[in-house]
């Protein structure tokens, strides 16, 4: 009966290869289950990235013609939340009002084009007008006061990333800024329309 007994006891009895094998096991499982997430992680930071908008304010203008466009050159659509115009810090609610801002002088406005953004989805390399003017008056007085004029977009992608592209001082060869902002910073401003 002794013998069966001890018998019993060393199988009973964890040894120390035991020990190590399933420590290595948990520990092989524990790397695994870490670089699983890391891999998801990744993922989700390459579909986000995948379909990102990138919405640039572009500014063109010859002896008589002035056109303000915006171009998403990112890789998905972009949703257009809202506009704001300024004009030497002060917003302005429509492109007629803007026009009178500038026009100390009381020279004629002439017919301009302008278009509404809010709730506008862009596509990817899709360029949209968002102001035209043929005449040499508007011309002349977009001009004369391009650098107080102040051109700002707030935009988000398919996964709810919000952004905000900013374009000042509207000569052809100024630079904008495009940066991610959160929803505040945008969500009580108005959508600038004509």
């Known amino acids: 009966m ?20 399933s420590a ?9 289950l870490f670089v699983s997430i890391s891999q998801v ?4 930071k390459q579909m986000h990235l995948s379909v990102m908008p990138r919405i640039d304010i572009s500014f063109s203008s010859n002896s008589q013609e002035i056109i303000i466009s915006i171009t998403n050159s990112g890789l998905g659509p972009a949703e257009i939340l809202a506009t704001k115009i300024e004009y030497d810090s002060i917003p302005v609610n429509s492109w007629d ?17 302008a278009s509404k953004l809010k709730n506008r989805m862009l596509v990817p390399q899709q360029i949209f007008p968002i102001f035209t003017s043929n005449g040499k008056n ?40 495009n940066k991610k902002v959160s929803y505040c910073s945008f969500s009580e401003k108005e959508s600038f329309q004509r």
């Open 2 to 21: 002794s013998i069966e007994k001890s018998r019993k006891r060393r199988k009973n009895k964890i040894s120390f290869p035991d020990i190590i094998l």
């Open 97 to 113: 009002e803007l026009f009178l801002l500038m026009n100390r002088e009381k020279t004629a406005v002439e017919n301009f084009t």
């Open 24 to 32: 290595s096991a948990l520990l092989i499982s524990l790397s695994a």
């Open 138 to 177: 508007n011309f002349e007085l977009i001009e004369a006061n391009k650098e107080k004029i102040k051109v700002t977009l707030f935009y988000k992608s398919l996964y709810d990333d919000y952004f905000e592209v900013c374009r000042e001082n509207m000569s052809v060869s100024s630079s904008i800024t």
């Open 41 to 44: 992680r990744l993922m989700q």
